[in-house]
């Protein structure tokens, strides 16, 4: 068996960025619409809701649990939990007329959010995402942020 010498540029750089095809619309492959209401959610909205929620998590951990640690994750599990599931949406998502819907699969709304809190949780799920703007948690729960 003869190996041949692998150029650089056979390979690629990371520097390069992730592999892209042209005209690819983020979404369409899990059926969203390219804009409008119910595409692909801007990246900027997504931390700037989180925000929104875990600074709620930490004012009413504040006022009510002395800002207690525990309490301040036990109210972020609960409001995302209870909220994803009775709305589509958290606190902060609503304010920035964004939601979460299922792309995948037929499971309950309810498992899914315990799925999709479970994986932010650990953080690593949160900062990996697919070319489709989807982060890990939501491509394990099966749900996507959309626009409304």
């Known amino acids: 068996m003869v190996l041949g010498v692998i150029d650089r540029k056979d390979l690629g750089s990371w520097m390069d960025g992730a592999p892209a095809e042209e005209g690819y619309v983020k979404g369409s492959s899990l059926g969203l619409p390219p804009e409008g209401p119910g595409s692909v959610a801007p990246f900027w909205k997504r931390p700037l809701s989180l925000v929104v929620d875990w600074g709620l998590c930490m004012l009413v951990s504040a006022l009510v649990f002395s800002g207690d640690a525990l309490a301040n994750l036990v109210l972020f599990v609960a409001v995302n939990v209870l909220f994803l599931s009775l709305f589509g949406a958290t606190p902060g998502q609503f304010l920035l ?20 809190t479970a994986m ?8 990996v995402w697919n070319r489709d703007a989807q982060p890990l948690h939501d491509v394990i729960a099966g749900t996507a942020v959309v626009t409304v």
């Open 120 to 127: 932010m949780l650990l953080l690593l799920p949160a900062v």
């Open 97 to 116: 007329r964004l939601r979460v819907r299922p792309v995948s699969g037929r499971s309950p709304m309810l498992l899914r959010a315990l799925v999709r």
